[in-house]
C-alpha cells in the first residue's frame, strides 16, 4: 500500500515559522498532484495549498498567501511546505493528499490518497 507521510509539525509562537514535508514514495511527483489540507478542533478539513505538476502552478487559500509557500524535490518525491509568520488560527492537524493527475486542486474530493496528519500549534 502507498503512503503519504507528513511530518514538521510542533508548537511555535506567534510569528515562527515551521516547514512541512510530505513524502510521497510511489508517486512520481511529474504527474502527481499534490495538496496541503488543515482541520483546526471542531471546525471541517480545509484546503490550505496545492500544486500541480504539469506546470509546477501553485494554489493557496485567502488565508495563507504571501505566509505559506509550496514547493515539492522531484528527485526526493517530497512536498514541502514552508509557513510564515504563523498565527494562533494557524493552529490544526495538517494533511497533505495525492492524486495521480497533471492538476492539483484545493478541494479534498479531488484526492483519493492522504497521509497521517501532523499537528502544528501556534501559541500567542
Known amino acids: 500500500e502507498v503512503q503519504l507521510q507528513a511530518s514538521g509539525g510542533g508548537s511555535v509562537q506567534v510569528g515562527g515559522s515551521l516547514r512541512l514535508s510530505c513524502a510521497a514514495p510511489?508517486?512520481?511527483?511529474?504527474?502527481?498532484?499534490i495538496g496541503w489540507f488543515r482541520q483546526a478542533p471542531g471546525k471541517e478539513r480545509e484546503g490550505v495549498s496545492c500544486?500541480?505538476?504539469?506546470?509546477?502552478?501553485?494554489w493557496y487559500d485567502d488565508s495563507v498567501k504571501g505566509r505559506f509557500t509550496i514547493s515539492s524535490d522531484n528527485a526526493k518525491n517530497t512536498v514541502y511546505l514552508q509557513m510564515n509568520s504563523l498565527k494562533p488560527e494557524d493552529t490544526a492537524v495538517y494533511y497533505c493528499?495525492?492524486?495521480?493527475?497533471?492538476?492539483?486542486?484545493?478541494?479534498?474530493?479531488?484526492?483519493?490518497?492522504w497521509g497521517q496528519g501532523t499537528q502544528v500549534t501556534v501559541s500567542s
Open positions: 493528499a495525492a492524486e495521480r493527475s497533471y492538476y492539483c486542486s484545493g478541494h479534498e474530493s479531488f484526492y483519493s490518497n
Open positions: 500544486i500541480s505538476p504539469r506546470d509546477g502552478s501553485t
Open positions: 510511489g508517486f512520481p511527483l511529474d504527474d502527481t498532484g
